[in-house]
């Protein structure tokens, strides 16, 4: 019997969700960005419903968002700088146990002052996108597990799994209302118990790592280390991942659902059907970006699906009718998140072994910084009568970073093109 046919065949889910080439061990950490997606999916939707519940002001509300960021980012931060000198595993386990607190926190308490502090400990997330302190360590460990194009495609499925948790997770917002027509519970209470379902995620999150292994590939990785080699690199996509996020940050969701809620008097189910469908679009996008990868390259693939998707929303922002802008907005959801799985294979290829966890750290950082920075501004345009000044600063604001990434890295070829 070969050595081959010896090795036992993997589970179904594994076969189905971990891409060939890159290890069974990647599993659990996949399952987990699904729940953890899930319970972000409803949790940024019904987090100011359950806070004006509560009798908190759009003040309050305001201000709990903006602790649950820098919360994250400092956490983040803090993996990056000190997180060498614990074991992957333990930081793993302890981030989960924090989300169950998390949840549990919320579910309890009612206070402004507590619930602050809550948020800006925890890893509750109001944001479309993974910003916790979840990412680097998953990012770390995910790129032990493939290399070259198998990464690429790990990642892929690591996106686009989030992605469309996050979606369903979304429409299980309407979950309280359910509950208060059909069980009989009050809505603050029904409320509560989607925070203690988050808690439980936290839990479930928790088993899956206990299930990840000490080594995510059969050789035995370097030791985490802090920058060093790579700090130069990570530094200069850090400052170009900055001016990416700070521009999307003057259109995100919200905001977009108030442009197309002003501009073309959409009604909320309306412009909620708009975002699934958006979001099913970003979700196979990410799922095809591997394939396109392997043929022209991570960089190229980053900036030139980008470049045009950038196009479309500065057109969509100047759209005579709904139509024409809603077709240009598909078309930008079909191509603009196609840089997230290769962003993240190639910061993780262009760094030795060691830093991944830190470089994960010190790029993701900065994001979430600049994301929570520009929405005030685009609220602010919008207040002036400028509806479509973001949506078209966003799309140049993009372009230039493009370029700049472009011009930047395209002679630095990393590990497996």
Known sequence: MTDAAAQPRPPLLARLLVPRGAATSALPMLVARGLRAFGDGYMAVLLPAYLLALGLGQLEVGLISTATLLGSAFATL?????????????????????????GAGFAGLSSFWPLLVVAFVGTLNPSSGDVSVFLPLEHARLAEAARGEARTALFARYSVLGALCAAVG???????????????????????ALFGLYGAIGVAVWLLYRRVPEHSSDSAPAASAPLAASRAIVVKLAALFCVDAFAGGLIVNALLSLWL??????????AGAFFFWAGLLSALSQFAAPLVAQRIGLLNTMVFTHIPANICLILAALAPSLPVALTLLFVRSTLSQMDVPTRTAYVMAVVTPAERAAAASFTA?????????????????FAAGWFSAPLVACGLLKIGYDLALWRAFRLHRPEGE
């Open 78 to 102: 803090a993996v990056g700088a000190w997180g060498h000198r614990f074991a992957p595993r333990a930081l793993l386990r302890g981030a989960a146990l924090l989300m169950a607190a998390t």
């Open 365 to 381: 950082v900065p994001r979430s910084l600049a994301a929570a920075l520009s929405p005030t501004l685009g609220g602010a345009l």
């Open 170 to 192: 979304a429409l299980a917002a309407a979950l309280p209302d359910w509950l208060s027509v059909h069980a009989g519970l009050a809505r603050l209470d029904a409320l509560r």
């Open 261 to 270: 809620l002003q501009r073309f008097g959409l009604s909320l189910a309306q």
